[in-house]
């Protein structure tokens, strides 16, 4: 306070070390003894002044509205932590039958930021108490009919109108901010590096054609050279070359043969032959007819044979697997070319079937988290099934159920049991994916209408309930996995980031200045401001104080709807016909400073009778003041009780 003082002090051009001007000094409502005097003392102390006069603040913001105490009237000064309700009758304000309510500005911000939190507990920045108290001070409203008002408040017509979005800095996401040209310039080059590529890869190939060729020469010339030099130069050749024997220069050979014979076909636009199927000649014979040489070809050719049969096989159901799809795939389009409406209804179906099972598992999987639900058993169960018939790692015995040593889990093959489970369950889940990004496809390339209706009506569905109101307000649903393909440009990803640091004010507005009314919703017990002020009217048996209720001061004061709320209020608790006025200050912040002006100026003589000057300070203690129309009561300590001041020690 002291360095407040100071400023003020200086700011005025008191610079002496005394100050000559007599101080009048607001207060609260019942100021404690103990803060008047330290007041006291600092002013008297520390600044030397001549005299001081101390008076209720919201008293002379009346003062300086009406102009005199005479009529009777009832005050509602709201401050930063506290409001009071203070009657006005003859001619003063009269303390004896004020009350205090525990709240004030400092209550409505903290309540509105404990609601933002639980409404946002994952909101990315921190709101502060500064913009908690801008957010009351811009968009707080007090409701003339709370209840009915909140009952209503989420429905889809007022939101419009009630729903308040406040923007929060956001980190701007990456975008591509290139123009069509510079993109269209880009997929060229990509293009041409496509092609370039291409041409490399063909030369790489031709290369190592030409260099096969070349092998293929050099393989040649070792052969012929066979028949014509000695058998120990033709060995050495062939060491030279890499080659073991005479049989792995024939396979080289052919193999070089093959490859140049490959290039030069497809260079040529020449289909490749069809491989002749390979025979097995010693399979059908008896092993009696057999050499030994023979029987062990025999038995190359028995495995070699199955292998081709297995093969073949597996051709010819893929063939015809492949067959039966074209086929499938021909009656469909048949379908959906005369009977569209039949193959829209059919496709539609078949969706919603893998969409319903893809659900079914996932409400399983958070079922399953449950350890007690009924789906987690029967998980249990088969577990334990599995694992009482799986066979041990390194025995031929089989676990049984109701054997007297469960030892599952002691080789670590037991728990493949868990493994299997969780494959099955994720091969279903490729499956269905598949499966349905198929039919998706489908329904896109033919019925694009389709899809679009099915994610209006999965908003509709979302939009339409109470909590996405609550939170998002009037804004279109997000789907995590829309059914129609989706053009996210710049403007949408940014719009999508934004949303994130967005604060949806509704429902809100009108429940943090609820809580002056009812106290109860912050967990205070204490009586509302109607209460409080039924009880003044009746301790006070005066009615007329309802003719002129003056609202003043920050907090509560400046909420708009509070004088229609007050007026509503208290004509429900008066009898009918009892003329009611509820007004506020021209301005609440100001007019306790130009009222307690004002009163100096106009009541000069009260003023001067209610100065306190040093001498009084002295004698009388650092908490005497001198009553007047604006001022606290005074109620003397008892001799004993009182502690001597500085000076008087």
């Not at 636009?269 to 057999?290: H, Q, S």
């Not at 349905?436 to 939009?463: F, G, M, V």
């Not at 804004?475 to 996210?488: R, T």
Request: charged share 30%; proline share 4%.
């Amino acid at each position: 306070m002291e360095n407040i003082l100071d400023y003020v002090f200086t700011m005025l051009g008191c610079v002496d070390e005394r100050i000559s001007q007599p101080i009048v000094m607001t207060e609260a409502v019942c100021t404690p003894y103990t803060s008047r005097k330290h007041m006291s003392e600092l002013l008297f102390e520390g600044y030397n002044v001549p005299s001081v006069t101390y008076g209720i603040d919201s008293v002379w913001s009346y003062y300086k509205n009406t102009g005199s105490f005479d009529a009777d009237g009832l005050i509602f000064g709201s401050g930063n932590s506290a409001s009071h309700l203070i009657p006005i009758y003859d001619a003063r304000a009269n303390t004896e039958h004020c009350k205090r309510i525990g709240l004030g500005a400092l209550s409505m911000e903290e309540y509105l930021l404990r609601l933002l939190q639980l409404k946002y507990p994952n909101f990315p920045m921190k709101i502060t108490d500064w913009q908690s108290r801008e957010l009351v001070k811009r968009f707080a409203s007090v409701a003339e009919d709370f209840d009915n008002e909140l009952g209503c408040y989420l429905a889809e017509d007022n939101l419009a109108d009630k729903d308040i979005t406040v923007q929060f800095p956001f980190p701007m996401p990456s975008l591509d901010v290139r123009t069509e040209e510079e993109i269209q310039k880009a997929t060229e080059r990509r293009r041409e590096l496509a092609k370039n590529m291409q041409q490399m890869a063909t030369k790489k190939r031709q290369e190592k054609v030409e260099q096969r060729a070349k092998e293929l020469e050099e393989l040649l010339a070792i052969r012929q050279t066979k028949d014509q030099s000695e058998a120990g130069e033709f060995v050495m050749r062939l060491r030279q070359a890499g080659l073991a024997s005479e049989k792995d220069l024939d396979e080289a050979i052919a193999s070089a043969q093959q490859v140049v014979s490959r290039a030069q076909n497809k260079e040529l636009g020449i289909e490749p032959e069809e491989k002749e199927a390979p025979t097995f000649p010693l399979v059908g014979i008896p092993d009696e007819e057999l050499t030994d040489a023979q029987k062990q070809e025999k038995r190359k050719q028995m495995f070699l044979k199955g292998s081709h049969d297995a093969r073949e096989r597996a051709r010819v159901e893929k063939e015809k697997e492949r067959l039966k799809q074209e086929e499938l795939a021909r009656i469909d389009e048949q379908r959906r070319l005369h009977h569209f409406d039949e193959w829209l209804a059919d496709m539609q179906g078949k969706r919603n079937e893998v969409i319903n099972r893809m659900e079914e598992r996932r409400t399983r999987r958070k079922d399953l988290n449950d350890r007690r639900s009924h789906a987690s058993q029967v998980r249990m169960r088969d577990i334990a099934d599995l694992a009482a018939t799986e066979p041990a790692a390194n025995s031929s015995k089989r676990r049984r159920r109701g054997d007297q040593d469960d030892d599952f889990g002691a080789e670590d093959d037991d728990w493949n049991v868990y493994r299997d489970i969780s494959k099955e369950t994720a091969e279903e889940d490729e499956e269905d994916e598949a499966e349905l990004e198929k039919y998706t496809k489908q329904l896109e390339l033919h019925a694009p209408d389709y899809l679009e209706s099915l994610d209006r009506a999965a908003r509709a569905k979302i939009e339409n309930t109470t909590i996405y109101r609550f939170s998002e307000g009037r804004q279109p649903a997000i789907l995590d996995k829309p059914a129609a393909p989706q053009k996210i440009d710049n403007a949408a990803i940014v719009a999508r980031v934004a949303r994130e640091y967005q604060l949806h004010l509704n429902v809100e507005r009108i429940r943090v200045p609820e809580i002056i009314f009812r106290p109860s919703l912050v967990g205070l017990d204490q009586a509302g401001l109607l209460e409080t002020a039924e009880g003044i009217l009746k301790q006070t048996g005066r009615l007329s104080l309802v003719s002129n209720v003056f609202v003043t001061g920050g907090g509560f004061a400046q909420v708009s709807g509070i004088l229609e709320r007050l007026h509503h209020d208290i004509q429900s608790v008066v009898p009918v016909g009892t003329p009611i006025s509820v007004r506020r200050a021209a301005d609440p912040l100001r007019d306790a400073w130009r009222g307690a002006a004002l009163w100096c100026t106009n009541e000069a003589e009260a003023f001067k009778a209610s100065c306190i000057t040093r001498q009084d300070h002295l004698e009388l203690g650092g908490e005497y003041i001198r009553e007047h129309s604006a001022s606290n009561r005074y109620y003397a300590f008892p001799a004993s009780s009182r502690s001597p001041s500085p000076m008087e020690q």
